[in-house]
């Protein structure tokens, strides 16, 4: 149950754009137990999931995975798949089904015309694996900038601090997978 609830606190996080010390200080926890929580190595209590479900504009119940159903379906078929709004211009679907043991996060992301992954570099635990399978994304990872085109993929390690944007004239698509899950 932990690990579905920091699963849940970090994706509602990031989908808020909000950083892991800011929202430490909104619920008046230390970044480091708010990370804790994050990576599922710690329950927080209901009074601290109540404060950062507030601060995440959200439910303790959406938090808990409530309306999520945890199966041990192989197959996502397209209809099912799960959607999430990231930032303006961007969106992720889901592509696998809730599970508790799951090591990875595949992710269909769409960025319109001139979308980015954020304001600026971020970093976080992890490794990322990227495939573009139409449009022309930029990834940069620290000062280096990789241009991307239908077909190509990268490789890198989260804890680099990495950036995307889409270079396209029109939508591109790239399969992300993400590990630790996050969404």
């Not at 309306?67 to 192989?74: A, G, H, L």
């Not at 992301?109 to 399978?133: K, M, P």
């Amino acid at each position: 149950m932990k690990e579905i609830i920091g699963v849940n606190i970090k994706a509602h996080r990031k989908g808020l754009n909000i950083s892991l010390k800011d929202l430490a200080a909104k619920v008046d926890v230390s970044a480091s137990f708010l990370s804790q929580i994050e990576t599922g190595k710690v329950a927080p209590s209901i009074t601290t999931l109540k404060s950062v479900a507030d601060a995440l504009n959200t439910t303790v119940g959406t938090l808990l995975g409530e309306n999520e159903k945890v199966t041990d379906s192989y197959v996502v078929r397209a209809s099912e798949r799960r959607f999430h709004t990231v930032l303006k211009g961007q969106r992720a679907y889901v592509l696998t089904a809730p599970n508790l043991n799951k090591q990875m996060e595949p992710i269909l992301f769409e960025f319109d015309r001139g979308a980015t992954s954020g304001e600026s570099l971020y970093r976080h635990n992890g490794q990322e694996f990227v495939f573009i399978l139409e449009g022309s994304l930029e990834i940069t990872l620290n000062e280096r900038k990789f241009v991307l085109e239908k077909g190509d993929c990268i490789y890198f390690n989260s804890d680099i601090p990495h950036f995307a944007k889409n270079m396209y004239e029109g939508n591109t698509r790239a399969l992300w997978v993400i590990t630790p899950p996050s969404f």
